[in-house]
């Protein structure tokens, strides 16, 4: 069966550190994978997306970056964390199948920036 | 352009009562629907989807789900509430071409559903 990671689950920051949050995906391949902010407990935000090692999109410009460095981990990075990064942020993946293309969310990580 | 709409912030239903969670939508071509439960702090679950076939599709915990195509609405229904089903409810859809897109999917803001006991 698949299960989804993300690392780690609780991260409280200083404005201006870097950040690195890591999600990996086991038990399929090629998946495509995706990550969201949610802000105040509702509305989910993509942020980046990627049907590929190297091939990274993103959704909405900030001061965020993506990296797939192997097919199955997606890691979100930050050079200079700002006040307004801090939420909910969920890695989610989903494959090509026959019948539908459900996503299929990790834990999150909850990041607090003071 | 893709949207879902979830008019109502909030539901509260007494337990033992039917609920209903409202979900409309707009894309262009054939949808893809879906429903997914998130509790505090956890990552969101997967409830149920529509692709084609039947307008009412069962999903886990005996939640259903209705695609109704002329008024482009897609309800999420239990017959009988419990308190654990108290969460936040999102609806999401894409349009059934939308994998050259990365398979994104477009989500409502959410409804929170408050069952009392």
């Known amino acids: 069966s698949q299960t989804i990671h993300q690392w780690p689950a609780t991260l409280v920051q200083p404005v201006g550190s870097p950040l690195s949050l890591e999600c990996t995906v086991e038990?399929?391949?090629?998946?495509?994978l995706y990550w969201y902010r949610q802000a105040a407990g509702r509305g989910l935000q993509l942020l980046f997306y990627s049907v590929g090692i190297g091939q990274i999109s993103s959704e909405v410009p900030q001061n965020l970056s993506a990296s797939r460095p192997q097919d199955r981990q997606f890691i979100l990075s930050s050079k200079k964390l700002l006040l307004s990064d801090s939420g909910f942020y969920l890695c989610a993946w989903s494959v090509r199948a026959q019948g539908g293309h459900e996503q299929f969310f990790g834990p999150g990580t909850r990041l607090t920036v003071l | 352009a893709q949207s879902v709409a979830q008019p109502e912030d909030q539901v509260k239903v007494a337990e033992g009562n039917p609920l209903t969670v409202k979900c409309t939508y707009s894309?262009?071509?054939?949808?893809?629907l879906f429903w997914y439960v998130q509790y505090p702090n956890r990552g969101l679950q997967f409830l149920l989807k529509y692709i084609t076939g039947d307008n009412l599709v069962k999903g886990s915990y005996g939640f259903e789900a209705e695609f109704n195509k002329s008024q482009t609405s897609f309800h999420l229904k239990k017959p009988s509430a419990l308190v654990s089903d108290s969460a936040l409810y999102f609806c999401?859809?894409?349009?059934?071409w939308g994998w050259g897109q990365g398979g994104k999917l477009i989500f409502g803001q959410g409804t929170e559903l408050s069952v009392k006991p």
């Open positions: 894309v262009s071509g054939n949808p893809y």
């Open positions: 038990g399929t391949s090629n998946p495509n």
């Open positions: 999401a859809v894409r349009a059934s």
